[in-house]
């Protein structure tokens, strides 16, 4: 079982910057590949970025390519999502996931995907 803990959510304007982060707790954080997903009022819940269990690969949406920058830092448990030059359009709850390391990216859930309990991304125009 894994725990995870987002943070960092919160209302910007456009142009502007956030840091998510995701912590863990539970199991060997180092084993486990991890990505960002997020859904919008209306729509369903979309893949944003992942990394791999060594923080050595990561994947983007390409929507989100160039903005955002996904990392981890396994001595801390954490995964972070670095966010800039925000849309309104990137306004959604943002959730961290976890996976089997050999499940990279996380582009789909399975039913092994843990995730946390969301975050509030607002971006205002």
């Known amino acids: 079982q894994v725990q995870l803990a987002e943070s960092g959510g919160g209302l910007v304007q456009a142009g502007g910057s956030l840091r998510l982060s995701c912590a863990a707790s539970?199991?060997?954080?180092?084993?486990?590949?991890m990505g960002w997903f997020r859904q919008a009022p209306g729509k369903e819940r979309e893949f944003v970025a992942a990394i791999s269990s060594s923080g050595g690969s990561t994947y983007y949406t390409n929507s989100v390519k160039g903005r955002f920058t996904i990392s981890r830092d396994n001595a801390k448990n954490t995964v972070y999502l670095q966010m800039n030059s925000l849309k309104p359009e990137d306004t959604a709850v943002y959730y961290c996931?976890?996976?089997?390391?050999?499940?990279?990216?996380?582009?789909?859930?399975?039913?092994?995907?843990?995730w946390g309990q969301g975050t509030q991304v607002t971006v205002s125009s």
């Open positions: 539970g199991r060997t954080f180092s084993n486990y590949s």
């Open positions: 996931a976890a996976d089997s390391y050999r499940r990279f990216p996380i582009l789909t859930p399975s039913q092994n995907t843990y």
